[in-house]
């Protein structure tokens, strides 16, 4: 997944060099739908410009993990078969992260892409990158005797693809650069685990999005 999220970013930079273009980067804050705590992480940017009113845009943003509210229980086999009781039950928690690599356009309202102070909105396709730990606490339950079924999952990952819409404010300052605000949502309309037995009460199709950051133009 490393991999492939370079050679994202490579792909998002290589169109920029032969025409004007601005370089943004910021803190963002992703809030998915039906979890009561918010993902904080970074994120950086490129925009490129058709001229003063339409844009495109690419961005990837990377949320630190969180850690699932709920509890949850399952059980682990003893190795030896003459050992009494045969299972017990231990507790796990789940904890997700996200990155996401998200490309669309920008129409600006008001005074335009590199100058002054405007708005703008518009659509965006991301692609959605999950990766799930999860981590068991034995109690005093006996690890030496007792082992989790083969079936159990500790680590995976979740590949989405999804839409959204989104719109913010930005204000130039002529000579240093762009300070903006926005604001999104998307709807995940594909996902791919690579488990069948991966499952969290984390996961979510609808996400909320919040950057603020700074924009550099470069000529």
């Known amino acids: 997944m490393k991999k492939s999220i370079i050679v994202a970013i490579l792909s998002l930079f290589s169109g920029f060099s032969m025409a004007q273009f601005g370089a943004a980067g910021g ?13 904080v992480g970074i994120h950086l940017g490129g925009e490129i410009p058709r001229d003063d009113q339409v844009s ?16 949850s229980f399952t059980n682990v086999n003893a190795i030896d078969p003459l050992t009494f009781p045969s299972s017990k039950n231990i507790s796990y928690q789940n904890a997700m992260n996200y990155t996401i690599i998200e490309g669309g356009t920008r129409y600006y309202i008001g005074d335009g ?38 079936t159990e999952v500790a680590k995976g990952s979740i590949f989405n693809v999804g839409f959204g819409l989104g719109g913010g404010v930005k204000n130039t300052f002529a000579g240093i650069g762009t300070l903006y605000f926005d604001a999104g949502f998307s709807y995940l309309i594909l996902s791919i685990p690579s488990s069948n037995n991966i499952s969290t009460n984390m996961y979510s199709p609808l996400l909320f999005t919040f950057n603020f950051g700074f924009r550099k133009e470069f000529y």
Do not use: C, H
Request: net charge positive; charged share 20%; proline share 4%.
């Open 56 to 71: 495109l845009y690419g961005r990837i943003s990377m949320y630190g993990k969180q850690e699932d509210p709920i509890i």
């Open 27 to 39: 803190i963002s804050v992703l809030k998915a739908f039906g979890m009561p705590k918010p993902y």
């Open 113 to 150: 892409y590199d100058s002054g102070f405007g708005a703008y909105g518009g659509g965006n396709v991301s692609a959605v990158f999950n990766t799930i730990k999860r981590s068991y606490d034995y109690g005093d339950v006996d690890q030496s005797k007792y082992q989790l079924n083969t």
